[in-house]
Nanobody, 115 residues
Framework: QVQLVESGGGLVQPGGSLRLSCAAS??????MSWYRQAPGKQREFIAA???????SYADSVKGRFTMSRDNAKNTVYLQMNSLKPEDTAVYFC???????????WGQGTQVTVSS
C-alpha cells in the first residue's frame, strides 16, 4: 500500500523560506510532484521530478522553488525561497508508482506567508 508522509509547512514572513518534505513508501515511484490549493481555487501544479532527476516547474515558482529527490529514501523536497503572500496554500505531494495507473496524494501541509 502506498503511503505518504508530508512535513515542513508553517507560517513565514514574506521573503522567508521553507522546505517541504514528502516521504513515500510502498512502491517504486517514477514521478513525484508538488501541487498547491488555496481556498476556493483549483489545485495547481507546482513542480515535479522523475526518478532520473529531471525537474519541471510552474512559471509562478521558477527561480524561487527547487525540487530535489533522495531515491534511497523515496523522499522528495521542495525548497521554497523568497516566499510571497500569494504562495499561501495547502501543499500536496503526489506520487506515481511504477506499477499501476493511479497516482496518490498526501494529506497536505499548510503554508502561510504573512507579516
Amino acid at each position: 500500500q502506498v503511503q505518504l508522509v508530508e512535513s515542513g509547512g508553517g507560517l513565514v514572513q514574506p521573503g522567508g523560506s521553507l522546505r517541504l518534505s514528502c516521504a513515500a513508501s510502498g512502491s517504486i515511484f517514477i514521478v513525484m510532484s508538488w501541487y498547491r490549493q488555496a481556498p476556493g481555487k483549483q489545485r495547481e501544479f507546482i513542480a515535479a521530478i522523475t526518478s532520473g532527476g529531471s525537474t519541471s516547474y510552474a512559471d509562478s515558482v521558477k527561480g524561487r522553488f527547487t525540487m530535489s529527490r533522495d531515491n534511497a529514501k523515496n523522499t522528495v523536497y521542495l525548497q521554497m525561497n523568497s516566499l510571497k503572500p500569494e504562495d499561501t496554500a495547502v501543499y500536496f505531494c503526489n506520487v506515481k508508482p511504477l506499477y499501476g495507473s493511479n497516482s496518490y496524494w498526501g494529506q497536505g501541509t499548510q503554508v502561510t506567508v504573512s507579516s
